[in-house]
């Protein structure tokens, strides 16, 4: 049996393939004064869903990625190291981390094995050593389990419900937040919610579209 997200409550949504995932987690700290409750979700489901292209599939988009995701580490004082090759398949650190029932702090140090150690938790020697750091010495069997895989799709189909369309993702007071870039504006909304009910923001949440891509010549 799979739970369903509780989206009375504030989520986070995440995806150990990210590395903008792991510096905004990096900065906890700074994130508002609620309980968000961390959902793992499938990035590349997501993006199939909504028809998106991976930054891998474009080259120079690939290489700016990298090197901006090292630029915001250095800026913000993150250690940070790329794991030897990506994308990596992030499947079983996802279902590791529901198995466990895993909170941000668990989910933290799953992050910092891959960014921070640079590390590959596909493999299966990479896999073994992550469950040894985080005291999951049975994770191998725990992933195995039918149930574990459903709700991994549970979270990515309801997430996708919800509108979740990338990692990371806030969601507070029914509003999506997305992006390591987006942290000032979730502070910002969480002290001021009714910023998103002004005027101006309805106006530009309502346009209409100008020119759409089947319209294209």
């Known amino acids: 049996m799979t739970d369903g997200i509780d989206a009375r409550q504030p989520l986070w949504f995440y995806d150990f393939v990210s590395p903008f995932t792991y510096l905004l987690l990096e900065q906890q700290d700074k994130w508002p004064g609620m309980p968000f409750v961390p959902v793992p979700v499938s990035l590349h489901d997501l993006y199939r869903h909504w028809g998106q292209r991976v930054a891998a599939e474009i080259p120079a988009k690939r290489i700016y990625t990298y090197r901006h995701a090292l630029f915001r580490a250095d800026q913000l004082g993150i250690p940070f190291r790329m794991p030897p090759s990506h994308p990596f398949d992030p499947t079983r650190p996802l279902l590791l981390a529901i198995a466990a029932h895993g909170d941000l702090a668990f989910v ?32 191998a069997q725990l992933i195995a389990r039918e149930e ?15 509108g979740v369309f990338g990692v990371p993702t806030f969601r507070m007071n029914d509003q999506l937040f997305w992006g390591e870039d987006a942290l000032p504006m979730v502070l910002y909304c969480a002290r001021t919610p009714n910023w998103l009910e002004s005027k101006e923001v309805k106006r530009i949440s309502t346009l209409p579209l100008g020119i759409t891509t089947t319209s294209k010549s």
């Open 108 to 139: 933290r140090e799953i992050f910092r094995f891959i960014w921070r150690e640079g590390r590959d938790p596909s493999t299966d020697e990479g896999f073994a050593l992550l469950c040894e750091r985080v005291g999951v010495p049975d994770g």
């Open 148 to 162: 574990t895989k459903a709700q991994l799709q549970r979270n990515t189909a309801e997430a996708i419900k919800l």
